[in-house]
């Protein structure tokens, strides 16, 4: 019976228009992969950068392994993420655009055992644009409590 892992960065949809999503995946040590699976991770914070033509994920809290011993990893590092070329070039040239990055939307492991981190594409919103979202979901719980009622 394995549990599952699913860490979210619930402030992403709040705070992000969300243009496109990708699956990459992250390569992790094996005490960092022991922690999450313990479901010690944060990525609200995080956010992602190119560096030689590679994704890295930074500022992704993964806490240390609590059995671990002097081979403990670093809580705060910068991790590898996995994508294909064509995937890497379309993000980058997306990047260059003035307003746009890349930031982490859900962390998981796949039925393989195998960590995932869901990253979008995405573009600051105003406060305006953050008043509006708010709104649509106050109508949308007011809808379901009447729909409820009935």
Do not use: W
Not at 108 to 132: F, Q, S, V
């Amino acid at each position: 019976m394995q549990k599952t892992i699913n860490i979210l960065n619930k402030r992403a949809k709040f705070d992000y228009e969300l243009i496109e999503i990708y699956t990459a995946g992250i390569v992790l040590t094996g005490t960092e992969i022991k922690s999450l699976r313990l479901g010690k991770a944060n990525i609200t914070e995080g956010f992602c950068e190119f560096s030689n033509n590679e994704l890295f994920a930074i500022n992704t809290q993964i806490d240390e392994y609590l059995y671990g011993n002097q081979f403990n990893h670093k809580a705060k590092s910068e991790r590898k993420l996995l994508l294909n070329k064509r995937e890497l070039k379309k993000l980058e040239r997306a990047i260059e655009t003035k307003g746009l990055t890349i930031i982490p939307i859900r962390l998981y492991i796949n039925e393989k055992g195998m960590a995932k981190l869901e990253i979008a594409l995405a573009r600051g919103k105003k406060t305006y644009d953050k008043r509006e979202s708010l709104k649509e979901q106050d109508s949308k719980r007011d809808l379901d409590r009447i729909k409820k009622s009935f």
